[in-house]
């Protein structure tokens, strides 16, 4: 029967019979097959870093050693689906063209968007659930640019959705400022206005 006709989640059984030229009819069914009716892919976001409907909407989110991320020791989600997900994978795409991604066999980033891992905790029976993924680059040996997490979860009927996204740049280089309004050591009457200059060496913008 054509999907529609069918219900999410309901099991369905096949049995087959043979007849041969004589009309003689099998009348006993050695067996028979079962199987579940799911079309329904699993859902998948992250939580850390944040997941972004669209890649390149802003704002850019930053990860340092010193915020939130955490220094992306590791990143963590959320899964559901109506009957169960076999397996969450993510991968780590280093974003100035053309596109590459991290490979943990050799910690090199490498034009191969086939490079999925798979999540720890990422099997379950229906419902939400936590996962984590802690296979990642030494995002401290990096240099300081653009990257993105790409994350999707398959079910057991091998249904996946387009996977979600997290753009961020990670920055571990610390802004150095200097006052010039005063002159470094010298004694001043009184102060007026305060200021000076400040950069951020070569961290990247959005």
């Known amino acids: 029967p054509p999907g529609a006709k069918m219900s999410t989640g309901s ?3 096949i049995e087959t019979r043979s007849i041969d030229r004589a009309t003689n009819v099998e009348t006993l069914l050695l067996k028979s097959s079962t199987f579940t009716y799911d079309p329904q ?7 850390v870093p944040v997941s972004a409907v669209v890649a390149s909407s802003p704002p850019v989110k930053y990860c340092s050693p010193n915020n939130a991320c955490a220094g992306l ?3 963590v989600g959320t899964a559901n689906d109506n009957l169960n997900v076999r397996q969450v994978e993510y991968r780590i795409r280093n ?23 798979t999540a720890t905790g990422s099997s379950s029976l229906a419902g939400s ?3 984590t993924g802690s296979t990642l680059p030494a995002f401290a040996g990096l240099s300081d640019q653009r990257y993105s997490v790409n994350v999707r979860a398959l ?17 571990k280089t610390d802004p ?5 309004s005063v002159v470094n050591g010298s004694t001043i009457a009184s102060l007026g206005a305060v200021y000076g200059t400040a950069s951020d060496g070569n961290s990247p913008t959005p």
């Open 11 to 13: 099991v369905y059984e």
């Open 41 to 47: 892919a699993p859902l998948v976001s992250l939580t």
């Open 73 to 75: 020791a590791q990143i």
């Open 95 to 117: 974003q100035p063209d053309p596109a590459s991604f991290w490979n943990q066999s050799n910690n090199q980033f490498e034009q191969n968007d086939a490079l999925w891992i």
């Open 129 to 131: 659930f936590q996962w």
């Open 155 to 171: 079910d057991a009927a091998g249904n996946v959705l387009t996977f979600s996204t997290a753009t961020f740049i990670y920055d």
């Open 176 to 180: 150095v400022s200097v006052a010039t």
